[in-house]
């Protein structure tokens, strides 16, 4: 089946950092999506590529959706101590259930 | 917008009662909503995706007669773990869509503890 491989598992770095984290998949993408957990809650959504080659900004954050359609990467600019949490990214295929795989995760941690 | 909601947040019960938790959409009509399980440092696994008015479609390995769901309405959907025992004890979370499917929005989770 197809899976997500999400890297870097997780992340120490000093506030005012960027940061970058990426996905790739085995088989083709239409859809990718970057999610933020923080502890005890539900994932809220970041940011929705629809597109390959997109590029779509949300604030400090920004995402791609790969000319490839089996990547895509999140970049955070200037983190600060609230941008502490776990990062997930989620990939659809073209089955127009909704369906959608998760990655691994992405840890962040900042120092103030 | 797209705010969805869970209750019990959280839930303490004995062994062989069933539990309830309901997933609402509060300011949107969700033709879809999906349930996961998720364990303490890893990623959501996807329990069951339900559609108003239709058959939840089960994940592979998840027992249909242990986690009940019901899709009443456009606004609503409960999963119930039927006979919970230890190994149930998991956070479970929900989540909606409408129009564009894939954009899945959260509810807050349900922290089920089965003593």
């Known amino acids: 089946g197809q899976q997500l491989n999400q890297s870097p598992q997780s992340m120490f770095i000093q506030e005012g950092e960027d940061v970058s984290m990426n996905c790739t998949s085995s088989?083709?993408?239409?859809?990718w999506l970057w999610y933020k957990q923080d502890p005890g809650e539900g994932p809220v959504l970041l940011i929705a590529?629809?597109?390959?080659?997109e590029l779509t900004s949300n604030g400090r954050l920004t995402a791609q959706f790969g000319i490839t359609r089996k990547d895509s990467f999140l970049n955070i600019s200037a983190s600060i101590p609230s941008d502490v949490g776990i990062y997930f990214c989620?990939?659809?295929?073209?089955?127009?259930?909704?369906?959608?795989?998760f990655g691994q995760g992405t840890t962040l941690q900042v120092k103030p | 917008g797209a705010v969805v909601s869970q209750h019990p947040s959280r839930v303490i019960c004995k062994s062989g009662t069933s539990v309830k938790i309901e997933c609402r959409s509060l300011?949107?009509?969700?033709?879809?909503m999906f349930w996961y399980r998720q364990f303490p440092k890893q990623s959501l696994m996807l329990m069951a995706t339900?559609?108003?008015?239709?058959?939840?479609?089960?994940e592979q390995g998840v027992e249909k007669d242990k986690f009940l769901i019901n899709h009443a309405s456009l606004t609503l959907s409960t999963l119930t773990v039927t006979s919970a025992h230890p190994e149930d004890s998991s956070f479970y979370i929900c989540?909606?869509?409408?129009?564009?499917?894939?954009?899945?929005?959260f509810g807050p989770g349900t922290r089920l503890t089965v003593l």
């Open positions: 339900s559609n108003e008015g239709s058959k939840a479609t089960y």
């Open positions: 088989s083709i993408f239409n859809t």
């Open positions: 300011d949107f009509q969700a033709t879809t």
């Open positions: 989620a990939g659809a295929g073209s089955s127009n259930t909704g369906k959608l795989i």
């Open positions: 989540s909606a869509s409408s129009v564009r499917v894939y954009e899945q929005f």
């Open positions: 590529l629809y597109k390959a080659g």
